[in-house]
């Protein structure tokens, strides 16, 4: 299985979200994807993604996490030792969403909400510093206009790494990028199952 989670103020319509569940759909494997509209609140958000990992079994399930998405599967990844797929992950996000506390809405559905020091407690309770490489297959973009791509590669030296030249944060050619998401996460792409 594939647990999709998605970044701050996101949801399970993001592009990428989207793309990953079509492909899945298109060779017959939609049973095997899941992305929840998590809730803001980090302890919140992570109770939700917990409980669906316990329900699919972390040994069956690859996370794949976008920007704060990628920092919650770390975590995740970590604590229940399944395999993750981080797209521009963020690293340390209770330092850098300090200067946005206060008024938030979510850029899918519209719901409003405020950005606190709560929320940044909860960022950093989560926090994993030296992280298991073998887990991991990094990828970002080295014109992310939203976090410093050179944080997360030194974050995860020693995991696999895909670094798209000029690729932003959003990642538009993400498609580009499919066969080797689902090859990492046993999918078969082309009949191969690595």
Not at 30 to 56: F, I, K, V
Not at 57 to 79: C, K, N, P
Not at 102 to 122: I, S, V
Request: charged fraction near 20%.
């Amino acid at each position: 299985m594939i647990l999709y989670i998605h970044g701050l103020n996101s949801s399970s319509q993001s592009f990428k979200a989207r793309a990953v569940r079509e492909r899945l759909a298109a060779i017959g494997r939609a049973a095997e994807y899941r992305c929840p509209d998590l809730p803001h609140r980090p302890a919140a958000a992570m109770a939700q993604l917990e409980a669906l990992l316990r329900e699919s079994g972390s040994d069956r399930t690859t996370l794949v996490g976008s920007s704060l998405g990628g920092y919650y599967a770390t975590s995740l990844a970590e604590r229940f030792g399944c395999r993750a797929v981080l797209i521009n992950p963020a690293v340390r996000p209770y330092e850098g969403l300090a200067k946005y506390l206060g008024p938030q809405a979510n850029l899918y559905t519209g719901e409003p909400y405020e950005l606190t020091q709560t929320h940044l407690a909860e960022l950093r309770a989560l926090d994993v510093v030296k992280v298991t490489p073998d887990r991991y297959l990094l990828l970002v973009g080295t014109q992310d206009e939203v976090l410093d791509y050179r944080v997360a590669l030194a974050h995860y030296r020693g995991c696999r790494q895909i670094v798209v030249e000029g690729g932003d944060h959003g990642l538009s050619d993400f498609g580009g990028h499919l066969n080797d998401l689902l090859a990492y996460a046993g999918v078969p792409v082309d009949g191969v199952r690595r």
